[in-house]
């Protein structure tokens, strides 16, 4: 399969590939397509979280609980690294 990418985009992909930041293309437009599913799950994430507060579904913020989750998430991924 062919891409057809923008010169500017194709230049970046041969200097992250030139400069060893990926292995090859492939696995830089592979790595690509990883951030873009990522980034609609977190534009599917805000929308679903405007829709709550529109609804008036909310409850107050617990910062504490907060910094908890953050730090269980952290822990979570150093575990996966």
Do not use: H, W, Y
Request: include cysteine.
């Amino acid at each position: 399969m062919s891409t057809n990418l923008t010169p500017e985009n194709e230049q970046f992909l041969s200097e992250v590939v030139a400069r060893g930041v990926f292995p090859s293309r492939e696995e830089a437009l592979n790595t690509a397509v990883v951030l873009l599913k990522r980034r609609e799950e977190v534009v599917c994430a805000v929308n679903a979280g405007i829709e709550q507060v529109e609804r008036g579904d909310v409850r107050p913020l617990d910062v504490e609980k907060l910094r908890e989750e953050i730090r269980g998430l952290l822990d979570e991924r150093r575990a996966d690294s």
